[in-house]
């Protein structure tokens, strides 16, 4: 079962969002409540599926003991800088390695849990701050309701275990969770409005219409529809994600910040994609950075930091899959970016910092296309197009 994909999910979900409205009004929809929810929502989604010759269901737990398992190693080892933080790393990330490289070895079979992504995400952003030093409590509760939260499971908003642990164990008034729901509520309806209508409606009157043409102008067509329908379906979902997270307690980041008004790529990264932007710029980004620095692996800031992009958005396509487009579409974000550094330092240097509301209006405009043909890319359209005959 696909979450916030059609009614059927939502019938479903009226049971524990009703249970939990009641719970709530007497000030004890708490912790224990949304984990066993939690657990509860997890085995309905997860059992019905077969993948790999058994249940899913089967495989995320194995997942979840696999990646407890060696966060609890790596503290007990010290969470050591050097081999033992790669070590811990490299183990994180295996099972999601092995579910992106099986449909290479074994065409038309599948490896794997809808979400694996996202939650092996959250796993790396404990690793990380174990090896910072970060004091962290790891009770197998927590860790296990911070990977599996059943609101984001599928497809996040990345949440980050320190900030999911303060809300989880934070014991709400009945004002709080008031105003918790009614953020919940303004949140729905937008997920309903932006998913169901229209996202649904770029897609029967624009999106579909668009991909049957063989012409550059349905090309350009279809760049646009996807972009919009992308953006509407995504940000409707993770509305709706935010909103059930509300419900139980758990304040989930915002994944969007008006992204097609964005003035500059830098600036649309800041908007868009939220979680996963941020998770990059903080894990990979900065890290980079910091360590080409200390190690004066390059002659200047200037070098190591178009480097950092490359790294940062190539890991980020292969994330999507190791399939061309992906990569293709990593790059290019990349290069964007690098061009953007560039432009920026240049336009400094001759003091024309100053932004009028021409120049502004331009910035969003050429953004604008420069995301649209990312979106063209990432689609992978250009490589269905079908030939003349």
């Not at 642990?165 to 014991?171: E, S, V, Y």
């Not at 972009?227 to 994944?255: K, M, Q, R, W």
């Not at 920026?344 to 009028?356: E, I, L, M, T, Y």
Request: one cysteine or more; charged letters at 15%; a positive charge.
């Amino acid at each position: 079962m696909i979450p916030y994909a059609d009614f059927t999910f939502f019938g479903l979900l009226l049971y524990p969002v009703l249970a939990t409205l009641i719970l709530g009004l007497l000030g004890r929809a708490g912790r224990c409540w949304a984990l066993l929810v939690t657990v509860a929502a997890v085995i309905l989604q997860y059992s019905c599926r077969p993948v790999f010759g058994t249940r899913e269901i089967w495989i995320l737990a194995g997942f979840g003991a696999w990646e407890y398992a060696v966060v609890r190693a790596f503290k007990a080892f010290g969470a050591r800088p050097g081999w033992p933080f790669y070590l811990a790393v490299g183990a994180s990330l295996g099972p999601l390695v092995a579910s992106k490289a099986w449909p290479l070895v074994s065409p038309g079979s599948e490896f794997g849990f809808l979400g694996i992504s996202y939650v092996t995400f959250r796993v790396l952003d404990i690793v990380f701050c174990l090896r910072d030093k970060v004091a962290l409590s790891l009770n197998a509760a927590d860790f296990l309701g911070c990977l599996f939260f059943f609101p984001t499971i599928s497809s996040g908003p990345i949440d980050r275990y320190r900030r999911f642990t303060a809300d989880l164990g934070k014991k709400r008034t009945r004002a709080e969770f008031l105003q918790d729901l009614d953020g919940a509520i303004h949140r729905l309806f937008r997920g309903f409005f932006y998913k169901f209508i229209i996202a649904a409606l770029i897609n029967n009157y624009w999106l579909e219409p668009s991909a049957k043409g063989r012409s550059l102008g349905a090309t350009v067509s279809y760049m646009y529809a996807y972009s919009f329908y992308l953006f509407f379906d995504f940000a409707g979902y993770c509305a709706f994600a935010i909103a059930l997270s509300y419900l139980f307690g758990v304040h989930t980041p915002e994944n969007f910040n008006r992204p097609f008004l964005a003035r500059n790529i830098r600036e649309f990264w800041n908007r868009w994609h939220m979680t996963l932007s941020f998770w990059f710029r903080d894990h990979v980004y900065m890290r980079f950075l910091l360590t080409a620095r200390r190690r004066n692996w390059f002659h200047n800031n200037h070098t190591a930091s178009i480097a950092a992009y490359f790294l940062s958005f190539g890991l980020m396509g292969l994330w999507h899959g190791p399939h061309m487009q992906y990569i293709a579409y990593g790059l290019y974000q990349a290069l964007l970016l690098t061009g953007f550094d560039i432009y920026s330092r240049w336009n400094k240097a001759r003091g024309q910092g100053h932004d009028s509301r021409f120049r502004h209006a331009a910035g969003v405009f050429i953004t604008f296309q420069c995301v649209c043909f990312g979106f063209l890319i990432f689609s992978g359209h250009l490589n269905t197009i079908p030939s003349s005959p």
